[in-house]
Each structure stands twice: as structure tokens, then as C-alpha cells.
């Protein structure tokens, strides 16, 4: 079986090759609920480390340790940097990568997911990663699917892969002429951000400019909301698997947030406090936020700069870009949308399965 495997900051995400479709693999949690992703999580209680779901079902356990971003560990580490497991003791940085995306091919294989795979088939991979992930990284990335199982039959860069997605998707006649020459891609994940600009010729592509930013994403978002809440709860003192429970209660509120929501109500209890919840007023919460998606701007701005013929940007896409094209889980957060749609105006799409564009 052929796949296309975003490895990401807090989702990992499979999509089947099936005669130019690409169907996301949908994989079954602890309590039967369908979802299109693999959990990015590994954790560990009494002594045994659990994968994805598993691990997952280890939330709000008083006595489990978690790491939900390994993948932000991969740019500094090296292949033998141990990562230390209660109960559990040291294990190399590519050892655990590489047992996390062994689960996730059990899983693949096993009654979980909605397609069937033979116990002895072929897993052929084609990996995506991020534009500006370093060889280190790329070469942990790589090791770790060979070490899990994976024929790994090449690597993309992920505004490349969006690039193709949206090829896919949107130019209907390979052959027809474009007044728009390029695609400028706006990918916001759960821990890096990528732009780039691609060159679109029918249905070939390439990428003409790009630049990213190595930590930049939901995760950033989810400590900033974090740090807020910390703060409304004054001399709290919480406790480490307590702290654990809390991040966790505040990334589910944020990613509850719809355009018209005005308040987020925080559960508190589920950190230990005396009050129930904590009231943080969205305003609030996205004018701190503001300066990263600045930031994300003034890369995808510093990209289109670079592109031919090209004088001016600021505040105005220039007139051969089609559109500016959002992927990436985080880029659902209603505040991205919003500032770009307020810069760029119409030109400004999301894919319809932002999460797994890439």
C-alpha cells in the first residue's frame, strides 16, 4: 500500500493512494470514535509507554508522564539524545521516534482503521516535512519510518505537497493558460510555520521562494492561552501531572473557538484549583497572539518578495499570485483568517482539509 504521511507536531497524518485520490486514513480512538489523524503523543504509566490513541487515553491520568511534541525535539537532538521516562528509564530520541511510528503502523495494519492492509504488505511512504527542517532533522525523520518498518520512497517538503493538493484539487485543464502564475502557500501546523511561493505550470510545480519559522504554531498559541490562565489563577500551586492536564484542557478550548466566540471558559478543576473555571476573554487572548501571526506574515511577506518583477507587498498580493493558499491545523485559528482576509481580502483560501493538505 502507497501512503502520504504528514508527520506532524501533534497529528500525524496518513492519506491512501487510490488511483489520484487521496483518501485520509481514519483511525478509531479508545473510546470508538472515528478521526483522521494519529495522535502525536507518546506517555507512559506503570513502568509501559503508550502510542497515539493509547497514549491519548492517558489524559487527566494523575500518575502518567507525557510528551506531546517529539517531533520539536528533532531540529536540536541528537539521533542518541536520551529522553528520559518515568518508570521507564532513558531512551534515544530516534529509538522512541522510531517505536511511535512502529504503533502507528501495528495500527495500519490492525481492525482500527478504515482500510484493510495484508500483514505482510508493503507500506511504501512518502514523507512530508517541513521547508526549513534542517538535515538533522530530515535524517532522524527518515531513519526513524525505515527503523518502524516504512519503505520510505521519498521526502517532500510540505508547501511542495500542498502545492500538489491544490493542483489536484483546483486546476481542472492541465493544458489551459493561467493569468496567475504562482500560489503562495501559508502553512501553520502545530509547531513550525512554512511559506512559500510555487510556480504553477498545469500540473507541474515548483517552488520559486521560501522561508520558515522552526517554532511558530498552535503549540505557541496553546502556551500563550496557558500562561493566561496560570495567571487568573494567581498563587495556585500546581502540580506537575496537574500542569499536564491543564495544557491539555486549554489546546481542547482552542480549538473550540468558532469566529463568533467571545469568552473561553477554562475547567480549573481539572488542575486541582479551589474555582471552577477560568473566564479569559478572546480579545484578550488574540491580542497577545497577534505578534505571531505578524511574524508568520512578515515571512510569507519576505517570500513574495523574492518573487520576479515584483516592488511592492505590503498590504497588497501581487497581481500574479492566485491566491494565498492556508494549510496547516493552525491555520483554522480564527485570528489567522481574519488578519489575512483584512490584509489580502478575497484572494485568501483555505484547503477544505487544512490538517491534511500536506
Known amino acids: 500500500m502507497r501512503l502520504g504521511i504528514d508527520f506532524g507536531t501533534t497529528r500525524t497524518v496518513v492519506a491512501v493512494?487510490?488511483?489520484?485520490?487521496?483518501?485520509?486514513?481514519?483511525?478509531?480512538?479508545?473510546?470508538?470514535?472515528?478521526?483522521?489523524?494519529?495522535?502525536?503523543?507518546?506517555?507512559?504509566?506503570?513502568?509501559?509507554?503508550?502510542?497515539?490513541?493509547?497514549?491519548?487515553?492517558?489524559?487527566?491520568?494523575?500518575?502518567?508522564?507525557h510528551l506531546t511534541s517529539i517531533k520539536r525535539l528533532l531540529a536540536h537532538s541528537a539521533p542518541d539524545t536520551p529522553i528520559d521516562i518515568p518508570g521507564v528509564?532513558?531512551?534515544?530520541?530516534?529509538?522512541?521516534?522510531?517505536?511511535?511510528?512502529?504503533?502507528?503502523?501495528s495500527e495500519?495494519?490492525?481492525?482500527?482503521?478504515?482500510?484493510?492492509?495484508?500483514?505482510?504488505?508493503?507500506?511504501?511512504?512518502?514523507?512530508?516535512?517541513?521547508a526549513n527542517a534542517n538535515s538533522n532533522q530530515r535524517f532522524i525523520t527518515l531513519e526513524a519510518f525505515k527503523l518502524a518498518g516504512f519503505d520510505v520512497i521519498g521526502m517532500i517538503n510540505e508547501p511542495s505537497a500542498a502545492g500538489v493538493e491544490y493542483a489536484h484539487r483546483f486546476v481542472r485543464n492541465p493544458e489551459s493558460p493561467r493569468?496567475?502564475?504562482?500560489?503562495?502557500?501559508?502553512?501553520?501546523?502545530g509547531g513550525t510555520f512554512d511559506a512559500a511561493a510555487i510556480r504553477i505550470a498545469g500540473m507541474r510545480h515548483e517552488i520559486v521562494s521560501s522561508e520558515g519559522v522552526e517554532r511558530l504554531g498552535g503549540d505557541d498559541f496553546d502556551q500563550i492561552l496557558f500562561d493566561m490562565v496560570v495567571h487568573e489563577l494567581g498563587d495556585a500551586d500546581l502540580a506537575t501531572e496537574s500542569i499536564a492536564t491543564l495544557v491539555d484542557e486549554v489546546r481542547d478550548r482552542k480549538e473550540a473557538l468558532n469566529p463568533n466566540t467571545r469568552k473561553l471558559l477554562i475547567d480549573a478543576t481539572v488542575a486541582g484549583a479551589d474555582c471552577d473555571e477560568v473566564v479569559v476573554q478572546v480579545g484578550d487572548f488574540y491580542e497577545r497572539c497577534s505578534p505571531l501571526v505578524d511574524q508568520s506574515i512578515g515571512c510569507l511577506e519576505r517570500v513574495l518578495e523574492r518573487l520576479p518583477d515584483v516592488e511592492?507587498?505590503?498590504?497588497?498580493?501581487?497581481?500574479?499570485?492566485?491566491?494565498i493558499y492556508l494549510v496547516?491545523?493552525?491555520?483554522?485559528?480564527?485570528?489567522?483568517?481574519?488578519?489575512?482576509?483584512?490584509?489580502?481580502?478575497?484572494?485568501?483560501?483555505?484547503?477544505?482539509?487544512?490538517?491534511?493538505a500536506v
Open 328 to 356: 496547516g491545523g493552525s491555520s483554522t485559528f480564527p485570528l489567522v483568517s481574519r488578519v489575512l482576509r483584512e490584509r489580502y481580502g478575497r484572494r485568501v483560501q483555505r484547503s477544505p482539509y487544512p490538517h491534511g
Open 17 to 65: 493512494s487510490d488511483r489520484g485520490n487521496y483518501p485520509l486514513v481514519s483511525f478509531r480512538d479508545e473510546r470508538g470514535t472515528w478521526i483522521e489523524w494519529f495522535t502525536s503523543r507518546i506517555a507512559a504509566s506503570d513502568g509501559a509507554i503508550a502510542f497515539g490513541h493509547h497514549a491519548d487515553a492517558l489524559r487527566g491520568h494523575p500518575e502518567a508522564w
Open 179 to 189: 493569468q496567475k502564475e504562482y500560489l503562495a502557500v501559508y502553512d501553520l501546523g
Open 312 to 323: 511592492e507587498v505590503d498590504g497588497v498580493l501581487p497581481k500574479s499570485v492566485a491566491t
Open 108 to 130: 495500519l495494519r490492525s481492525d482500527s482503521t478504515n482500510v484493510t492492509v495484508g500483514k505482510r504488505e508493503r507500506l511504501e511512504a512518502m514523507i512530508s516535512v517541513p
Open 89 to 105: 528509564g532513558a531512551i534515544g530520541l530516534l529509538d522512541l521516534l522510531g517505536r511511535y511510528l512502529a504503533s502507528l503502523a
